[in-house]
């Protein structure tokens, strides 16, 4: 299902939660669950992968986050503000230490001028600690390598987290 590459670098992480004694959760939209089923695609990683959250719509972003109903009518589902009360709300409701979030516009349809399909923002944070956000724009890729960078990129922000 995943490449060798990515397989390699989940176990790594894995790994280096396990060193530290953090779990992790996934909020995803526009990846629709690929995190935690990559985390999970690694034998033993129940130890370390406490939850994932897949609130493609606004509505559960709202009720399963806690992301802001005035955030999402303010700016947007696929917006930096987003993806950090998607990070935020991710580690309030779980037992997690480190959260990862994504919100973008896979394609092929739903792109806009401001905000194209390919555009993806990511955040992750560690509890107690201040959040982080990348904006990724990967172009109209098509769906698959769209959601599938999404991917990669969250696994290299988490890493550098706890590098």
Known sequence: MFDQGLLGDAQRLLELLRARGVHVAAAESCTG??????LTEIP?????????FVTYSNDAKIE???VPRATLERVGAVSRETALAMAAGAL???QAGLAVAVTGVAGPGGGSPDKPVGLVHLAVQRKGMTPRHREMRYGDIGRSAVRLAAVRTALDLMLEELA
Do not use: F, T, Y
């Open 92 to 94: 309030v409701h779980s």
């Open 64 to 66: 399963l986050l806690g």
């Open 33 to 38: 669950g690929l995190i935690a089923a990559l």
């Open 44 to 52: 033993g990683s129940s130890d370390v992968v406490e939850r994932g």
